[in-house]
């Protein structure tokens, strides 16, 4: 029997929050889609959103008897909602990352592991074609054993969100889990997920710019990833809010060449040792809601079979410690071993 999705809740309602709204609604016609926020929605707002209701107090969204909920709001804020949620056992999509500090979150892994309730951290970057086949040359060991890799990802954070104001975005304000290694760390999750786990970290993060927020906007970070192989990887990760051209790329040197792949022009290319040239194995334009459609079939599919989703909320836990060990790094200026 195929599970039927007839009742979802959305936690937070700013722009992941709609994306993920519209997508219910592409690939789940007919769905009784509900809101949770903090402040109500006008009877206009919520028929132009297509949602069945809209709640202020979790109590009320809890009668709604979602089967899943999807957390989009604040960071600072998921623990204390998705263990509301996951006690009325309602399964969970929690946005990255999946909270704003690694306290609490093993508890909330636990509990939902104890009553079989399906929690997925959302990094979405998992579900990109393009990463996906990098990944498998990568495990096919096109370019043999690796030596290095260099990652950077960056874009100017005013531009992010075109027409609101980014002071007022949560990736401006640390009280609600904002900041470069917070909100760009789909890196970590995917780097951990393409080489293994990382074992230490030489970090500085700092605020370079003069923009209005009270968090970090970039992070230059040095690591060990323990590879499958048994060997370990140098590796450098550059985040940054504060560069107009936007860029996501991953290089990776090994010893039959390079393999590149650019996020944002949804490209894999590989430079052979042997050819001397460069080959692009892989060019298609990313699809806006493409990837969370793939995310939210995943998550509904592991609740439906039983089984455990792509992305854990051990990985979502897994980049938090990261993130906590740059922190502390960059505070101490020294290397810290996870």
Known sequence: ??????????????????????????IYPGVQISALRHDHCSAKESEELGL???????????????QFAIIANPSSKHIEISKALARAGI????????????????????????????????YNLRFSPSLQHFRKLVLDKIIGNIFSIHTEVGQYLPNWRLGNNYQNNVSSKKKLGGGVLRELSHELDYLMWIFGPISWVKSKISKQSNLKIDVEDTAKIIFGLNSNTGNQISAMLCMDFIRHDTTRKCSVIGEKGTLLWDGALGEVSFYSALNKSWDTTYSKPNENNYMYEEEIKNFVSSI??????????????AVLLVIEAVT???????????
């Open 91 to 122: 399964h969970l999509l929690i946005e990255k990352p999946i909270a704003s500090e690694s306290r609490h979150v093993q508890e909330l892994i636990d509990f939902c592991h104890d009553k079989k309730i399906v929690l997925m951290t959302a």
């Open 1 to 26: 029997m195929t599970y039927k999705v007839n009742r979802v809740l959305i936690v937070g309602l700013g722009s992941i929050g709609r994306r993920h709204l519209e997508v219910l609604n592409s």
């Open 52 to 66: 069945f209701a809209c709640f202020t107090k979790i109590e009320d969204a809890i009668k709604f008897k979602p």
């Open 304 to 317: 439906e079979l039983s089984c455990a989703p792509a992305v854990t909320g051990e990985d979502g836990l």
């Open 328 to 338: 502390e790094s960059s505070n101490l200026e020294n290397v810290v071993y996870l």
